[in-house]
């Protein structure tokens, strides 16, 4: 089966990065958190204290900082400039902080080129929420996996309740509507579902499930490709 592009965009807590890593697992492919990248960026902006409304200073940073993605035996790191931050970037400030970093044109300009150099050669499942739209607009399959915001929030209060992180449901679910909000309203690079991007809505699905479905029209994908 040829090797593919699979892009998979959606919201924030709708399971984007379980479903790319167990999809990558399921097909051998190499597994590309594009999200990663903004939030380790977001890391080294707080630790040099970068104002995260200072697009010009942001964009200097991504341009001097090096970001690389490793999956080994399924698990996926990061490294900044060396520096292993895979636990770092998940810490719900660094969430907060990612999204803001990630609003700034220049910064995505300069993040976008290493997600497309990254995926070039195919072979690659990249998850984000512009990816079939604008890194990979050919990917030869592209998914756009949402959920309700209820279900979103309570996933995302569920993993950080396991991390041992304190907070609350109900403000999860504001910080859902807010970054939904301006995921959508962005200038570059808006949360949008590309025109023949293929929508799963995984409200009432198990991870597998999902995964499995995927994989199945990856496949489909692969087998038309190959008849082309």
Do not use: C
Request: aromatic share 4%; charged share 30%.
């Amino acid at each position: 089966m040829p090797q593919l592009i699979i892009a998979i965009d959606g919201p924030v807590g709708s399971g984007k990065s379980t479903l790319a890593r167990r999809v990558a697992e399921l097909l051998g492919y190499t597994y590309l958190d594009s999200g990663a990248m903004y939030r380790a960026l977001a890391v080294k902006a707080l630790n040099s204290g970068i104002d995260l409304s200072d697009s010009v200073r942001l964009a200097e940073l991504a341009r001097a900082t090096r970001i690389d993605l490793t999956t080994n035996n399924s698990h996926a790191k990061v490294f900044l400039d060396g520096m292993d931050v895979t636990l770092d970037i998940r810490t719900p400030n660094v969430s907060l902080a990612a999204s803001k970093v990630a609003m700034h044109p220049d910064v995505r300009h300069v993040l976008v080129a290493e997600q497309r150099r990254a995926g070039e050669q195919g072979g690659v499942v990249m998850e984000g929420r512009d990816i079939g739209s604008v890194v990979f607009p050919d990917a030869q399959l592209k998914i756009f996996l949402t959920a309700s915001p209820e279900i979103r929030a309570e996933r995302r209060w569920r993993e950080h309740q396991q991390k041992g992180d304190a907070i609350d449901l109900a403000r999860t679910l504001e910080e859902i509507h807010e970054r939904d909000r301006r995921d959508r309203e962005r200038s570059t690079s808006p949360l949008v579902r590309a025109e023949d991007a293929v929508v799963v809505d995984s409200t009432a699905m198990e991870p597998e499930e999902v995964a499995r479905l995927v994989v199945m029209l990856a496949k489909e994908q692969g087998n038309a490709a190959r008849r082309d």
